[in-house]
């Protein structure tokens, strides 16, 4: 009799209980998308660790990246693998623009016959074993072999995806500055497959205290910062429900320590309501009657990426914003992705720690996640001087002078 465990996926991304056999995970999977949406091929890592969660690594690493660079660990949905997620999610195509490394975890029929990482297993949950041990190891790798950043590391996943992105990040909030939980679930809400269900459909109502206790208690002692935590979900998920991005709100502000009350509350496009916490210690991304899925907006827009497909949505590119919240988009001019620019030329979204004196270009959005300015319902202000900016989003770009350290007005 097959482990029941390996039933959970067909839930998770089917939304209905549908037995499969082991075997069956093998053909390709639905999730998977055209490979051309990506901009370049994986490659498969193998000999990255002792690899206690039996994992498979793919990396997609632009040529030429500086010293120090990014890196991104972007976990699948189940029944998808790293190739669909490449493909889909956007992610390789920001990497191409601003110059960072995607780690791809990719989950196995012989773990979970539907391929969903096994968030709800406590054997593959805690610091040092299993999968979360496998992908922390994935990182550390990557961070070697290609002179990556030490301290510019983030993580993020879709459904069952989105509860391993919850536990790395509190299992390894050293490895870690911050992620995204895409259509997930909190840090712990489920020990067994039975309590996964019912977190799912109905997850319990904690508190913020509690919740931030089983995160804690993840990595027990740990006293440094708190990852920055995006939490995107769709209104009209029936799958994972919603009620689950109030608790994951929950439990992050709680780590973060900061108050459940929002301090912002912005309207973007495809009827998403981003709601600020802590001033973006953790946002929450609302998006009107969508189901469960990663949002993505294909195009060659500016504020497009991805690939459409099953539990790819095409509302909104949730992969740029988290980049841009990420701080991973103000380094480099996306039009030119081999050159840092100068932050004075039009459209450079700027250097993110300009010399006194420095003009910076770029969108009220980028230059709030910079620091550069606040916002305050749903307007943007020059930090120092409090000059008006306008709205704040992505779309009104505007020219800052820090004209003494710290103080910014508008301008050149």
């Known amino acids: 009799m097959r482990p029941l465990r390996l039933v959970l996926g067909s839930v998770l991304l089917g939304g209905a209980l549908v037995v499969t056999s082991a075997s069956a995970s093998s053909s ?47 976990l699948h949905g189940c029944t998808q ?3 669909a997620y490449h493909s889909g999610s956007g992610w390789s195509q920001l990497a191409d623009e601003y110059g960072f490394a995607v780690v791809y975890p990719q989950q196995s029929s012989g773990n979970n016959s539907s391929s969903c990482f096994n968030f709800f297993e406590k054997g593959d949950t805690t610091r040092g074993q299993g999968e979360v041990a496998s992908i922390a190891q994935m990182l550390q790798h990557a961070r070697s072999a290609h002179d990556l950043g030490s301290d510019n590391s983030f993580v993020t996943g879709l459904s069952a995806g989105g509860g391993m992105t919850a536990a790395v990040l509190a299992t390894y909030p050293d490895l870690f500055a911050g992620g ?31 919740w931030g206790d089983l995160a804690r208690a993840g990595h027990p002692g740990y006293t440094g910062p708190a990852p920055r935590v995006a939490i995107w979900h769709g209104t009209a998920d029936s799958t994972v429900v919603p009620a689950n991005a109030t608790e994951l709100v929950d439990q992050f502000t709680d780590l973060a320590g900061v108050s459940t009350t929002p301090t912002g509350t912005t309207s973007l496009p495809a009827g998403t309501t981003r709601t600020s916490f802590g001033d973006d210690a953790v946002v929450r991304y609302s998006v009107q009657g969508m189901g469960h899925g990663t949002p993505v907006d294909p195009g060659t827009g500016p504020e497009q990426c991805g690939q459409a497909g099953a539990y790819m949505l095409d509302t909104i590119c949730s992969a740029r914003h988290d980049a841009a919240f990420f701080g991973l988009t ?83």
């Open 180 to 210: 995204s939980v895409v259509a997930g679930l909190p840090y712990h809400c489920a020990t067994s497959m039975v309590d996964a269900f019912g977190c799912m459909n109905n997850p319990p109502n904690k508190t913020p205290q509690q």
């Open 28 to 74: 390709a999977p639905p999730g998977a998308v055209s490979a051309a949406a990506a901009t370049g091929s994986l490659t498969q890592v193998t000999g990255f660790g002792s690899n206690p969660g039996n994992l498979a690594m793919y990396e997609y690493v632009p040529a030429d990246l500086p010293a120090g660079a990014p890196t991104v660990v972007a």
């Open 330 to 412: 103000d380094a480099v001019d996306p039009g030119d992705p081999t050159d840092p620019g100068d932050p004075g030329d039009p459209g450079d979204p700027g250097d993110p720690e300009p010399e006194p004196g420095e003009c910076v270009t770029a969108s009220n959005y980028a230059h709030t996640t910079a620091g550069r300015a606040y916002q305050s319902g749903g307007m943007t202000y020059a930090t120092g001087s409090g000059d008006a900016l306008g709205l704040w989003n992505m779309y009104v770009t505007t020219e800052l002078e820090e004209t003494s350290p710290g103080y910014w007005e508008l301008g050149c």
């Open 81 to 83: 693998s790293a190739q």
